[in-house]
């Protein structure tokens, strides 16, 4: 159980072109779902909180225009890289959470953003 | 904010071989996790260990929340263990902050 799912698992675009990653919770309802980048040997960052059907709450230094989250449902959120340039490039990685009695994230597999 | 450091920084040891792996937190925390990132980047839960001690097969972990650490212990370490460990600590708003990571790659 507790399965978290990400399409796509790679994707290569053109600068200035927008992505959009999803991120699914195939067998549980997220109340919360997170997302965070993870540049080459580096530690993972957390962008953003969403809840289902409310605002997302972005990291401090991270542009909410740029990065737009969209939690629609329990089992699906977004994150759309708009204009993207070659810094974006990276590996974004979500989570996913029901609270059900721990704070404990399941995490997705990640997509590797490369922008040329 | 809280700081999460762990040590060493990279690991090669040869197969067979027991390692300890070190995580330290610069404030109090509600929750620590151990998580392996495979090769192909997937993160993988091992423990869930705010504190006390829990064992699963070569591996186990120990935290000592008073003094602000935890320890990964690998036993009989595999090639299949190479990756990076990271720790992840929880303080109040539920939101992760993963440590600095530790690189171990297990020779054959």
């Known amino acids: 159980g507790a399965v978290v799912s990400q399409h796509p698992s790679w994707v290569i675009c053109k600068s200035g072109t927008s992505v959009k990653i999803e991120c699914r919770s195939l067998d549980f309802q997220a109340t919360t779902m997170f997302w965070y980048r993870q540049f080459p040997k580096q530690s993972l960052m957390l962008m953003a909180t969403s809840n289902e059907g409310s605002k997302a709450t972005y990291e401090q230094g991270v542009e909410k225009d740029k990065f737009l989250i969209n939690h629609a449902s329990l089992t699906l959120s977004t994150l759309t890289v708009t204009s993207a340039h070659p810094e974006d490039s990276s590996f974004y990685i979500c989570?996913?959470?029901?609270?059900?009695?721990?704070?404990?994230?399941?995490f997705g597999p990640g997509t590797r953003l490369t922008v040329l | 904010g809280i700081q999460v450091e762990q040590s060493p920084p990279d690991l090669i040891l040869q197969e067979g071989a027991n390692s300890t792996l070190r995580c330290n937190f610069s404030?109090?925390?509600?929750?620590l996790q151990w998580f392996h990132q495979n090769p192909w980047g997937q993160l993988i839960n091992l423990f869930y260990i705010p504190s006390g001690t829990k064992q699963n097969g070569r591996l186990s972990a120990t935290t000592v929340a008073t003094e602000r650490y935890s320890l990964l212990y690998i036993s009989s370490s595999q090639t299949t263990d190479s990756g990076v460990y990271f720790c992840a600590v929880v303080r109040g708003t539920y939101k992760y902050i993963f440590g600095t990571g530790t690189r171990l790659k297990v020779l054959a």
């Open positions: 404030d109090s925390v509600n929750n």
């Open positions: 989570s996913a959470s029901n609270w059900g009695g721990t704070d404990t994230q399941y």
